[in-house]
């Protein structure tokens, strides 16, 4: 299994709370990815990061911001929490280039806005 | 951009038979990187198998097989033998190999869930 770790496993949280979301990684990977997974849309990319301090937009990343201070550390932050933001977040990791082009999961952040 | 179309939400199989899960995907690129991931209830995300477009020959995993046509944009999933852990959502996925930012994501069909009756 590959080394991620994701905090917290599930949490509720109440609409317009500020709400982070923390994805550790022990595989020193360059990649690392936040995916968010609703019913009818399978999983869809937040934001990503290719090194550290080095992020970009992915296909929904509106509500959403990242940071990334260490290589093995990439927390996604809900500024302000909406019931729309309610899903699975997985955060996701690849070590890129030729030789690393597998993307390894975590086990998922159940985030439930009420 | 890259899209990917799963066109059967449900399937299901009989113990010890063969199944076939459908997938296509539209891009402009010659080199990329195709995927199968698994899903079981645990929603762990498992990776199943993964082809290369620039390999002809199909990739195999154990009682996992791809049917992959570059030309047709097609790359189904053969599972033979099936068997109970088999149950589970079931995704293609498809990655550039284009360098730099941006490059490296996956991009996710909808998923098909796939039950297997004893």
């Known amino acids: 299994d590959a080394g991620i770790t994701q905090s917290p496993r599930h949490k509720v949280t109440e609409t317009g709370t500020p709400v982070t979301l923390r994805c550790h990684q022990t595989e020193n990977h360059r990649y690392m990815y936040w995916y968010r997974q609703d019913p009818g849309h399978g999983l869809r990319l937040i934001h990503y990061s290719y090194g550290v301090k080095d992020t970009d937009k992915g296909e929904v990343s509106d509500g959403y911001s990242v940071s990334r201070s260490k290589t093995e550390d990439f927390l996604l932050t809900l500024e302000s929490a909406t019931s729309s933001q309610t899903s699975v977040y997985f955060c996701?990791?690849?070590?890129?280039?030729?030789?690393?082009?597998?993307?390894?999961f975590g086990e998922g952040s159940w985030l439930t806005v009420v | 951009a890259q899209t990917v179309t799963q066109s059967q939400p449900e399937m299901s199989v009989q113990e010890a038979e063969t199944v076939t899960l459908s997938c296509t995907y539209d891009?402009?690129?010659?080199?990329?990187?195709l995927f199968w991931y698994k899903q079981p209830p645990s929603r762990q995300m498992i990776l199943v198998i993964r082809?290369?477009?620039?390999?002809?020959q199909n990739a195999t995993e154990n009682r996992f097989s791809v049917n992959f046509q570059k030309a047709a944009k097609s790359f189904s999933l053969k599972i033979s033998d099936s068997q109970l852990g088999d149950a589970a959502m079931y995704f293609c996925?498809?990655?550039?190999?284009?360098?730099?930012?941006?490059?490296?994501?996956?991009?996710f069909g909808k998923g098909t869930k796939l039950s297997v009756i004893p």
């Open positions: 996925a498809y990655r550039s190999v284009r360098s730099g930012a941006g490059s490296y994501q996956l991009t």
């Open positions: 082809q290369e477009a620039y390999k002809q």
């Open positions: 996701a990791i690849s070590e890129g280039g030729t030789s690393g082009n597998t993307i390894y």
């Open positions: 891009t402009s690129e010659s080199d990329y990187y």
